[in-house]
């Protein structure tokens, strides 16, 4: 009964966790700080003086300008910097100070605050984000992009003019 309990489970969507010989540990409203007690508690119901280590992992993606774009899953009380190396780290077109995250396509920690942040070491579950939280790293391709552009936009009157001027 032991072996079936050792490994690792996830949390479903309903937040609910389903564990063999256990069955449904609904955990709706249980803080990450009490995760491993109620596991235990729940778990205690069929094994005497169980063992649990439950660590809380946030799923959240990183994008923009990253060796690895993607998603990812972290220990909630991984460092913020974690979660730009595990995406491979920056690239070397990435604006890291333009670094923001972002919850449903709003900016929710961008600019100094976020950058003193990471700066002090502070972690996922320090600054209260959650699963579904984007990591966006701009680069800096798109701003030599939009000033090419602009260049041979004002090129062409300029070439138009020559061509005028020579008939």
Do not use: C
Request: hydrophobic share 45%; net charge neutral; charged share 25%.
């Amino acid at each position: 009964m032991e072996e079936q309990l050792t490994d690792t489970f996830t949390v479903g969507s309903d937040v609910k966790l389903t564990l063999p010989v256990i069955g449904t540990v609904a955990l709706r409203g249980i803080l990450r700080a009490e995760l491993q007690e109620q596991l235990t508690r729940a778990v205690g119901r069929v094994i005497r003086d169980p063992v649990i280590h439950a660590q809380p992992l946030l799923r959240f993606s990183v994008q923009g300008g990253v060796a690895r774009p993607g998603y990812y899953s972290l220990p909630a009380d991984a460092v913020l910097s974690d979660a730009l190396m595990a995406a491979g780290g920056p690239a070397r077109e990435a604006r890291v100070a333009k670094l923001r995250i972002e919850r449903d396509g709003e900016p929710l920690w961008e600019g100094d605050p976020l950058q003193r942040a990471i700066a002090a070491g502070r972690t996922l579950d320090d600054m209260n984000l959650r699963a579904g939280d984007q990591f966006v790293v701009p680069e800096r391709r798109a701003v030599a992009d939009a000033v090419r552009t602009i260049g041979i936009a004002l090129t062409i009157p300029v070439t138009i003019l020559t061509l005028i001027s020579l008939f």
